[in-house]
């Protein structure tokens, strides 16, 4: 088991769509206080289109675009 699955487990991210980054672990501050960041990426192929609802063939969809998104565990 690797590392990340570990990590996964501790967090309970249960989503398989969920990748971490090259170097997740950073130390940083926030809101003047001393914390711990975890890089990671949701990331998946779109079955159909939302808009038009035409399926996705031979990858013909794709989705673009990102989100930064802070979790706050207790």
Do not use: W
């Amino acid at each position: 088991m690797s590392i990340t699955n570990d990590i996964r487990m501790l967090i309970d991210i249960q989503d398989s769509n969920v990748i971490f980054e090259h170097d997740f672990f950073q130390m940083g501050t926030f809101k003047g206080n001393s914390c711990k960041f975890i890089k990671e990426k949701l990331s998946f192929t779109p079955t159909h289109c939302d808009a038009c609802g035409i399926v996705n063939q031979n990858y013909t969809i794709y989705k673009n675009g990102t989100q930064t998104s802070r979790i706050t565990l207790p």
